[in-house]
């Protein structure tokens, strides 16, 4: 079943001269629990693609179906509701809220959507993401290694259809980049979740099930570890 | 590029939004400085003026002078003009009574004296008059021969030499004021004695030349008297009444001083702040710490070259638009005050409030963003810092995640929440500070109440009670109202006379239970329904109401009582004390019911205080029901033909007094302080509300970034609003708590210490405490609205971007 499907999506910024397309004419489609990595180089278009995925950018033409929904169609108000349901995203920088706390934040996504959080499930999450004693520490007494696995917690949450990461590993160093990785990967196995992630670590593309590769727009797909 | 620091106004104008902003702050700040010092600084010229129109225009008086002393006074050189003033009180024009003197010509002009027809009396049997005198005397003529009596039974003729402009203290009292010449009245009397009357120059310390004249020729204390009102406006005043104003003003200033420094360390911090990043990365390429210093000094320095110009002239124009209504509504006293007025004070004070501040603003931010290691401003978002406690988090628990987090927003950033709230607060204390004076100018200085008679028509054989009936017909009046009144022996509580009015009578006898033996009477006054209605404006404490006066024999005492002109407290009475009247049929008990701050009129004898009942009770104990006043209030239209139909009705037994002029001329004096002091408030509620919205819009465009993250991970725009308005909302009620609770202190400590002279009671200003939330609610609401839509305008991913 494919969680994802993409087609013929293109982006373009600006016009005339200055005209720059950013994706020409992407299509590909994800199953349930795949573990896809899209690598390429800077200014390839990786960053508009999976913004326009997450349904944070608007393409100028294309679909982009997700558990069967077309998320374009989608008023803003559905579409914020739809994402922080279906949707979990992991940014380079962590972005967390810097006020709240490891919990608080880890929660926030179901809060935001007046949800009880399942407490059981979120202990067992920070406790495999070893943030068990962190709980109640706010974001900037952490280390980045740390704050990033709050960052998958919190994207984990909620259970969503999909998780996008956008150069998670970017601002560590390699042994936490691996660390974090690793714990990404077994959690997503674990909670059968789907990931779409973006990385330049060549090391990290044989952790994933389908590596696509984009250069001027264009999405090709390098094949991978099938499972 | 060839400086580093070209950096700064490329920085400034790729940011056009922030720098606005940041810009809008200084020049708020500036222009409320500017403006209130500038308003402050007319003002004083202002009131100057009217009081040298009320008052005249001279510093000292000495009094009983001889002729030695005023050789040595008047050839002062700081004196720039003296002259004589004799009093000769009471006698008789032609008959009719009236107030003699007698001063030099050189003089006159300062007392307000202004020849209108003639020349001033030079002769020892010439006299000049006023204007409406005239009139009344029976048509006299520049020329006419008029008989002249003093008190002490000397008669003689004089020749009237000149006519002078009414004055309104005479004309309202109907006792017409009667100048000689200096030798006139000396012949006339001789031996009595003369007042020196003296003006210094601009500039002099008057205290020091006051204290020198008072050595070198051994004047004691009492042969001095001041005109108080004016040496209190130009800074001069030892009364320690005006120095309680002094402090007040003084803690009032500061206070503006205060806020302006606050508006701008506001914005300036927040800019600054949110920029560590960016500060961090110049550290990466290569700039020093003190170059960073540097730039962001040289940003406010930038700032506040554009911003000052802009908040002198907006607090010029709001200067100049109360000069503009003061002109407007009294031309003929304000004609030669300028109607741009440029206040050196109020420049200065504008100038040096934003320099000073925008420097300091600037350069404690500046001096921890050079501090931010460069690691660090790249790599991580945090740009707060935050206590190294753990955080348990029980807000997200109980409220709603947004609502939670709007709270946690503003609290956690302690700094932010303290500089908004206070300066929200801060401006709350400036509103109900200048309220006290807003309190102080209604019901002091606006003796006019809507009650204040037009004309009084005043009979001590008492008046005919169809005359009261014969001019309620007349169809120019307006209002009209009866008073009895009459002059009684009361007593009560020794313990309630207060110490000042001890001070005036010397010793006070008392009886074995307590009571006093009464040195002076008292004065009683009937009021009819109508009257004990409008009184209500007064009232202090207790109830004024007929059926309840009636029934329990109630009274109700009156706080201030005139003593030489000047109203002062001389009893303490409170509500259900005992006050024992003495009545034909011996003492009669009275209950105190209700306690007035003033009476709107005056007695024409001196007395111990004055108690006022309604008419039953007041026959009942006078055993009297001969109305004795009767106040008339006309019509705007035609007053001169019902004051005509009025004058016709009476006969010579009855005294007329026309109050007209002296109750313009209080309005007058009201509205001048009614506009500045209302202007002050205006100007503080119109820059505070500025204030905010524009804090809110910095604070709000300094979270853009943030605020994108949270609508990436799932915040709804309904949430973002909430989440945003409540941030808002906390910072605004943590200032209005505070501000509150801050005003009121400083409301309770301006009125204890300085002002209950002036009878003023301080009371829970419930009202502006209401007004104070929802104007607070309302800009709360507005200031987030236009930032909001600009954030939601923006896509996320754009937002994002610029992580």
Known sequence: MNVLVVKNLSKTYGSGETKVEALKDVSFSVSKGEFVVITGPSGSGKTTLLNLIGGLDVPTSGKVFIDGKNIFTMKESELTVFRRRNIGFIFQAYNLVPELNVEENVVLPMLLDYRKPDEKYINELLDILGLAERKHHLPNQLSGGQQQRVAIARALATKPAIILADEPTGNLDSKNSKDVINLLKMCVERYKQTLIMITHNQNFMSYADRVFYIEDGILTELGGRQK | ?803
């Open chain 2, 1 to 803: 590029m060839n400086s580093y620091l070209s950096i700064v106004p490329k920085y400034l104008s790729a940011h056009k939004k922030r720098t606005r902003l940041v810009i809008t702050s200084v020049v708020i700040a500036v222009a409320l400085v500017t403006g209130i010092f500038s308003m402050l600084d007319v003002f004083l010229e202002f009131q100057k003026v009217q009081v040298i129109q009320d008052f005249g225009n001279y510093h000292i008086v000495v009094k009983e002078v001889t002729e030695e002393e005023i050789q040595i006074i008047g050839s002062r050189v700081d004196v720039q003009n003296a002259g004589r003033w004799i009093d000769l009180e009471e006698g008789t024009i032609n008959g009719v009574k009236c107030l003699l003197g007698a001063i030099d010509p050189n003089f006159a002009e300062n007392m307000n004296i202004k020849l209108i027809k003639g020349k001033y009396p030079t002769e020892k049997n010439e006299l000049m008059l006023e204007n409406w005198a005239m009139e009344k005397l029976k048509g006299l003529k520049i020329k006419d021969k008029v008989k002249i009596a003093l008190k002490n039974g000397i008669t003689r003729e004089f020749v009237i030499s000149g006519v002078y402009k009414d004055l309104s203290n005479t004309k309202g009292a109907g006792v017409p004021g009667i100048l000689l010449s200096i030798n006139g009245a000396k012949e006339l009397v001789p031996g009595i004695k003369m007042d020196y009357v003296v003006l210094f120059k601009d500039g002099v310390n008057i205290i020091k030349a006051e204290a020198e004249i008072k050595e070198a020729l051994s004047i004691k204390d009492d042969r001095i008297a001041r005109n108080e009102r004016l040496l209190a406006l130009i800074g001069q005043s030892t009364n320690s009444f005006v120095i309680g104003i002094y402090i007040t003003g003084c803690i009032l200033f500061c206070i503006v001083l205060i806020a302006g420094f606050l508006m701008i360390y506001n914005t300036f911090n927040i800019s600054v702040m949110e920029r560590v990043r960016q500060f961090g990365l110049l550290r990466c390429i290569g700039a020093s710490q003190k170059q960073i210093k540097k730039m962001v000094i040289q940003e406010g320095l930038i700032i506040v070259l554009r911003a000052i110009p802009i908040g002198l002239t907006i607090g010029m124009f709001i200067t100049f638009l109360c000069c503009a209504v003061l002109k407007f509504y009294n031309s003929s006293i304000f004609g030669e005050i300028p109607l741009f007025n440029i206040s050196f004070l109020g420049i200065v004070a504008g100038v040096l409030d934003g320099f000073l501040t925008v420097f300091l603003a600037s350069y404690v931010p500046a001096k921890k963003a050079s501090k931010a290691s460069p690691v660090n401003a790249v790599t991580e978002i945090s740009e707060i810092r935050i206590s190294k406690n753990k955080k348990h988090g029980y807000l997200t628990k109980i409220l709603p995640a947004e609502i939670a987090m709007g709270i946690n927003n503003a609290v956690l950033k302690k700094k932010t929440l303290f500089l908004m709230s206070s300066s929200i607060a801060i401006s709350i204390v400036m509103f109900l500070g200048f309220q006290v004076f807003i309190d102080f100018v209604h019901s002091s200085l606006k003796t006019t109440k809507p009650y204040t008679p037009d004309i009084s028509i005043v009979s001590e054989q008492g008046l005919d009670s169809s005359l009261y009936e014969n001019i309620s017909e007349l169809s120019g009046v307006n209002k009209v109202s009866r008073r009895m009144f009459s002059y009684v022996y009361a007593t009560f509580d020794a313990s309630r006379l207060t110490p000042a009015y001890k001070d005036i009578v010397g010793k006070i006898e008392t009886t074995e239970n307590g009571l006093f033996i009464p040195p002076e009477k008292s004065w009683l006054i009937s009021y009819d329904k109508n009257q004990l209605q409008w009184a209500k404006e007064d009232l202090i404490k207790g109830e004024l109401s007929e059926e309840k006066l009636n029934k329990h024999n109630g009274i109700v005492a009156v706080a201030e009582t005139l003593r030489n002109g000047i109203g002062i407290k001389t009893t303490n009475l409170q509500l259900g004390d005992k006050v024992y009247i003495q009545t034909p049929d011996g003492a009669k008990e009275m209950t105190v019911m209700g306690i007035l701050r003033t009476v709107p009129f005056s007695s024409s004898e001196p007395t111990m205080t004055t108690f006022i009942t309604t008419e039953k009770m007041y026959t009942q104990l006078t055993r009297d029901s001969t109305i004795k006043v009767i106040d008339i209030k006309l019509k705007n239209q035609g007053q001169e033909k019902t004051v005509n139909e009025i004058k016709e009705i009476l006969d010579d037994s009855v005294s007329f007094y026309d109050l007209r002029q002296k109750n313009a001329e209080i309005n007058r004096h009201f509205i001048t302080m009614a506009v500045f002091v209302y202007g002050f408030v205006v100007v503080i509620a119109l820059i505070s509300a500025l204030n905010i919205i524009n804090t809110m819009n910095t604070s709000v465009e300094a979270k853009t970034r943030y605020l994108g993250v949270m609508r990436a991970i799932g915040m709804t725009g309904v949430q973002l609003e909430k989440m945003v308005l409540v941030e808002a909302l906390t910072y605004s009620m943590t200032g209005y708590i505070a501000g509150c609770i801050m005003g009121i202190a400083l409301q309770k400590i301006i009125i204890h210490n300085f002002l209950t002279k002036l009878l003023d009671i301080w009371k829970f200003p419930f009202i502006q405490i209401v007004l104070i939330l929802i104007v607070l609610l309302l800009i709360t609401f507005i200031s987030i609205i236009s930032p909001l839509r600009r954030i939601k305008a923006k896509g996320i991913s754009e937002i994002i971007r610029t992580l």
